[in-house]
């Protein structure tokens, strides 16, 4: 199992080398074949019309050849080659929190330094947004080695002191779709363990961009372990409360509303039209990876082209 490197007592320096290392060893050569970038789009040109099939995006319907035809058409469109591509690195206190191989801040920057790393290679523009409770800060889109390290070296910078409270997750991602002048790659990277108002942001994100969710997820946030009276502290607001593990009923209802809250974003990402991807402290997030991007690349290669729609 890879477990990505420990932002505290790594250099930063450090930090990222061993990250690059981790991508180009396990992840090399995703970024081959007919689409450049790492998770191929429909891409913003028009292309040829076909005719509609069970799975197409009812958004991307050409009513005026649909009205000329027996059937409905939707038009295809040319996957760009150059994007612009966004991470938004949710730093919530809530993420400093880990039980497995990590804690969850880590992954979600490996998650974001991945990104960058992939799409570094294909000329893409690279920016990045870090959200916390004290608001946005933007680090505008560049292209190059030197832009990526100075992005990751400030995202690994938390800053002056981090700022208490939960991230406001909903202005921050309408930040990012205000950023986002070209049609690219938007990907939103936290843990979503806050008030539901980033749905509607989310969704308007998704309409206009290729929009990627990565949630981040730690073991003991799903189920507790017995192991008698422990004390938990809220990391937003500092408040504590004493909880008695050992009692097995108390551990199937904190399952239960543990399932439901996954449930529930999970649900609401797939609303919105974004892709959804899980990556766990103690899971192989690179192997998550990995997966997640082949099976997007299977199912948009998937896609039947113009040519082979029947023509009448």
């Known amino acids: 199992m890879t477990a990505p490197p420990r932002i505290a007592g790594t250099s930063t320096e450090e930090l990222i080398r061993g990250l690059e290392l981790q991508v180009n060893r396990r992840l090399d050569g995703l970024l081959h074949g007919d689409y450049l970038g790492l998770v191929p789009g429909h891409g913003s040109e028009p292309g040829d019309a076909r005719a509609y099939l069970a799975g197409d995006d009812v958004r991307r319907i050409d009513w005026n050849v649909s009205a ?161 009276v422990i004390d938990l502290v809220d990391p937003a607001t500092g408040r504590r409360r004493e909880v008695q593990t050992s009692n097995a009923g108390l551990r199937r209802r904190y399952a239960a509303a543990a399932a439901a809250q996954r449930a529930t974003t999970a649900r609401s990402i797939r609303a919105s039209g974004a892709d959804h991807l899980v990556l766990r402290t103690d899971g192989d997030w690179l192997r998550d990876l990995l997966r997640f991007v082949h099976l997007r690349r299977e199912r948009v290669h998937a896609r039947p082209t113009a040519g082979s729609a029947s023509r009448r």
């Open 68 to 228: 000329r035809m027996p059937d409905i058409h939707v038009r295809e469109t040319i996957a760009d080659r150059e994007l612009e591509s966004w991470v938004l690195l949710d730093r919530s206190p809530s993420l400093d929190f880990g039980t497995a191989a990590c804690r969850k801040r880590d992954l979600a920057y490996a998650a974001a330094s991945a990104f960058g790393f992939l799409t570094l290679r294909t000329g893409n523009r690279f920016g990045a947004v870090a959200a916390d409770a004290r608001g946005t800060r933007v680090l505008p889109p560049g292209t190059g080695r030197p832009h990526l390290l100075s992005v990751l070296r400030r995202l690994a910078d938390p800053g002056p002191a981090d700022g208490a409270g939960a991230t406001p997750l909903g202005e921050s991602i309408d930040r990012l779709g205000r950023l986002c002048r070209r049609r690219g790659l938007a990907v939103v990277i936290s843990d979503f363990l806050t008030d539901a108002d980033w749905e509607h942001p989310l969704r308007a994100l998704a309409a206009r961009h290729d929009a990627l969710v990565v949630e981040i997820i730690d073991p003991r946030e799903l189920e507790l372990p017995d192991v008698g």
